[in-house]
């Protein structure tokens, strides 16, 4: 896979405004979460946004007590909350970037994201690294890679959670040119020593700077069945830093304005690219027995 070269010039402002919304989702409460989705993108779009990014598993809650109680909220990609998605996507002019609980054609559940534009559904991604209890309520793992899409408001990628931490899957979505990497995600609260910040939000920064592209992350807060959450929700730039300040455990919708351009520039120094200078043959290791070539 190889970097992709940097679009030409359309003549099309580059300049984007994005949101993540940072909502508390409940299990057993399918149609309040759909409301608070609801409000929660419309407030976004009167504050300008144009990408809106929501938590991972928005529309169900995520602290399910097994197999049959996820299978009982699981949807189709046409189901209604997609369908929603659709509407406010179309009635706003927005991208929306949400996760949901996939019931595949197979039968088999899928942590699931979805994007969405005034055109419809356009991309499902299921979630490839499951997070401990994902792998005993019933969860089936994902094998495609992150998608990629071509959207009104620049090349957008998106992944699940977990996945931000795995630096080969990223760097996946960065190559196959992501200006915008969006994460839906369920951060759990632990402790940490006074002063630091979450090791979550560390983590998406890194992989911004080291790909030279714009991370958006939806967390959620609240407190679900026992579990508190980070509430780390956050948009950082292309150089890895900051550009919102996270509202650790509230609700809250996070806005940042952006030029997109700065993430097709991968040049860190004037004899350094963080695409070009990768040697992938090198990061291979030989098998017993056998020789690098």
């Known amino acids: 896979m190889n970097p992709q070269p940097p679009r030409p010039d359309t003549g099309r402002s580059t300049e984007v405004t994005v949101a993540v919304c940072q909502i508390a989702p409940q299990v057993g409460d399918t149609e309040g979460n759909r409301a608070r989705i609801r409000t929660a993108v419309e407030t976004a779009a009167e504050r300008g946004a144009q990408v809106v990014v929501l ?6 809650g995520y602290v399910f007590t097994g197999a049959e109680e996820l299978r009982s909220v699981a949807e189709p990609p046409d189901g209604d909350t997609i369908r929603d998605w659709e509407a406010l996507a179309a009635r706003y002019g927005l991208v929306v970037v949400g996760g949901f609980a996939e019931r595949g054609e197979n039968g088999r559940v899928y942590n699931a994201a979805a994007l969405v534009d005034p055109a419809g ?3 499902v991604y299921r979630k ?9 309520w019933g969860f089936t ?8 899409v071509d959207t009104p408001y620049g090349r957008i990628g998106f992944m699940v959670c977990y996945d931000l931490e795995f630096p080969e899957w990223v760097r996946l979505a960065a190559l196959d040119g992501a200006e915008l990497l ?6 759990p609260l632990y402790p940490r020593p006074e002063g630091e910040r979450p090791t979550e939000i560390v983590r998406v920064q890194a992989g911004a700077s080291v790909n030279r592209m714009f991370i958006a992350v939806a ?7 026992g579990q508190d959450w980070l509430g780390g929700s956050v948009i950082v730039d292309a150089d890895g830093y900051p550009l919102t300040a996270p509202s650790l455990g509230e609700e ?9 351009a700065d993430a097709r520039n991968k040049a860190i120094s004037e004899n350094n690219d963080v695409h070009a200078d990768r040697r992938p043959a090198l990061y291979t290791r030989p098998r017993p027995g056998e020789e690098r070539s």
């Open 55 to 60: 938590p991972e598993l928005a529309a169900t």
């Open 121 to 123: 559904l356009r991309a």
């Open 128 to 136: 490839a690294h499951l997070w401990n209890g994902e792998k005993v």
């Open 141 to 148: 793992p994902g094998d495609g890679s992150p998608p990629v």
């Open 182 to 187: 969006c994460g839906p995600v369920n951060w």
């Open 219 to 225: 967390d959620r807060t609240g407190t679900e069945r």
């Open 252 to 260: 809250a919708i996070h806005t940042a304005t952006f030029d997109l």
